[in-house]
């Protein structure tokens, strides 16, 4: 299973939103480029940098940043603030390894064909973040219509191959991550799935890892310390590994 750092980006700094509520933010550091290597002297494979000034439609797209962060050598998955298939030509032109789609997909799922046949589906990951089941939009500030069930099968259909689920209810909240909601989706739509929103302890990796689930994003336990990203690392590749 691989285990994805979150960078989330706002203002110039690396912040953390709890349900992604923009009033309750927590700023982590002003430096999100020495937070990326940091990641990657402590052995990350991945970075997740999500630029929530775009998500939220307060700001431009981070591009600059995200392009010093893939020149560090890291694959990096870039999302937020997406809204158009050259918006998503940009970041991948910006050095991400691959784009985050979520409110230019749930608004218009016919063009998840069209992003696979231009960029290739090792490029696209479809985000459905979900509040009790059902997928929001737009900086996850409103619901859409259909369950994150419903729009993974029409993704899949479409050659969508990744998806990103988020339980909003548990983002930044550090209550556990939801597991069975995230197995289910993988079993119901044929996607691989990463799992991101309220993994607080290893025990959390360990249990994603043997529900056979593709990737986890994990920001607000390593940035409190609640585990080392080596720890996480360990126990995500199945090593024997104490919490502590």
């Not at 918006?87 to 789609?101: P, T, Y």
């Not at 479409?158 to 209810?169: C, K, N, R, S």
């Not at 607000?220 to 310390?225: I, P, R, V, W």
């Amino acid at each position: 299973m691989i285990l994805y750092p979150a960078i989330d980006l706002r203002g110039g700094k690396v912040v953390r939103l709890v349900e992604g509520d923009p009033r309750n933010q927590t700023i982590y550091s002003d430096d999100p480029l020495e937070v990326a290597r940091r990641w990657q002297d402590a052995g990350a494979e991945w970075l997740h940098v999500i630029n929530l000034d775009g998500a939220l439609e307060e700001a431009a797209t981070n591009r600059v940043m995200l392009k010093k962060i893939a020149d560090l050598g890291l694959p990096v998955q870039f999302g937020g603030g997406l809204r158009s298939l050259e918006d998503a030509a940009q970041a991948l032109d910006s050095g991400a390894q691959r784009v985050i789609l979520g409110t230019l997909l749930v608004e218009n799922p016919s063009l998840a064909g069209s992003a696979v046949q231009r960029f290739g589906a090792e490029r696209i990951v479809a985000a459905l973040d979900s509040r009790d089941g059902i997928v929001a939009v737009r900086g996850w500030q409103d619901s859409s219509d259909r369950s994150a069930v419903d729009l993974g099968k029409r993704f899949a259909g479409e050659g969508i191959q990744v998806a990103l689920y988020t339980d909003i209810a548990r983002d930044g909240a550090l209550g556990g991550v939801n597991i069975e909601a995230t197995q289910q989706l993988a079993q119901q739509t044929g996607l691989s799935v990463m799992a991101s929103g309220g993994v607080a302890s290893l025990s959390d990796v360990v249990g994603l890892r043997a529900s056979g689930i593709e990737g986890v994003v994990i920001g607000q336990a390593l940035y409190q310390g609640l585990f080392t990203l080596r720890e996480a690392l360990a126990a995500a590749h199945g090593a024997a590994q104490k919490e502590g």
